[in-house]
């Protein structure tokens, strides 16, 4: 059967139109490329809680400040270049500073804007969010996750940023799982090696997983959907029960998730371990799939380094 493929960008619009519809003070602040951050639909069903700003990103979270302190739910839509980066200052210091209610919902994260090249190709986002105290980092692994994260960011108070992806992604989950901000989830079991990942390189985490099953090694899948939070007790229990630690990313390997999860290795006796993400280099104008092969981020790198690190144990 054919592999089902969706951009979790679209997972996002469908969910703010469904809140919208639910919880009038749910808005929507664009910035001119609503269709390719799928808030079309939002601003024809829903125009009274929709606001186009234009190409203004500052100016945007400056009225998601304004629309929060009057119990507003204001979502910024931009791409995650514009969302992290043009309006890092405006976010430090109009929202979480004051620990404000606004969502940042940026589409094209990572290197899935693909032809798009360098200046769209977002790999240093969640490393940026994740440094400013009171904000809350999330990237769903699929189309399901993300409509069950969306609204779970709707419903956690103060500022969250999420992040999607423009090019469709294999869908993972079943409609109507549940998701928990801050906790990950365990798509298989194992205590050989754990292997941990987030948004669209979750699917590779798996068909490594299947890989290295073949080959005698028990892998576990974590979904660590929520970057910040981290789920400390997940992690935990990995470096304790795992003989090794593979994180797998669609983002620089400084900041991200391979660092997140670093941190809390160096903390508690330590673990062998290994990052699989952007090898610290800019993108270029190339097919999505090979960008990633360009750092390495495919199930045959992961199956090596899992190999490794396990070699490396035996050899005490």
Known sequence: MEEKKIATRDGFGEAVVELGKENPDIYVIDMDIGKSCKTGQFHRELPEQYLNVGIAEQNAAGVAAGLATCGRIPFVVTYAAFGSMRICEMIRQEICYPKLNV???????????????ASHQCIEDMGIMRTLPNMTVVMPADY???????????????????????????????????????????????????????????????????????????????????????????????????????????????????????????????????????????????????????????????????EELLEQKNRG
């Open 103 to 117: 969502k940042i919902a940026c589409s094209h994260g990572g290197v899935t804007p693909a032809n798009d090249g």
């Open 144 to 306: 399901v996750s993300a409509k069950a994260l969306v609204k779970a960011a709707a419903a956690w108070d103060g500022p969250v940023y999420l992040r999607f992806t423009r090019d469709a992604v294999p869908v993972i989950y079943e409609e109507g799982e549940t998701f928990e901000i801050g906790k990950a989830k365990e798509l298989r079991g194992g205590n050989d090696v754990a292997l941990i990942a987030n948004g669209d390189t979750v699917r590779l985490a798996l068909k490594a997983a299947e890989e290295l099953e073949q080959k005698g090694i028990a892998a576990r899948v974590l979904d660590m959907h929520t970057v910040k939070p981290l789920d400390r007790e997940a992690v935990l229990d990995c470096i304790h029960t795992a003989k090794a630690i593979v994180t797998v990313e669609d983002h620089n390997i400084y900041n991200g998730l391979g660092s997140a999860v670093a941190e809390l290795v160096s903390e508690n006796s330590g673990a062998r371990m290994r990052r699989v993400g952007i090898q610290d280099q800019f993108g270029q104008s190339a097919p999505y799939e090979r960008l990633l092969e360009m750092n390495g981020i495919t199930v045959e790198n992961i199956v090596k380094q899992a």
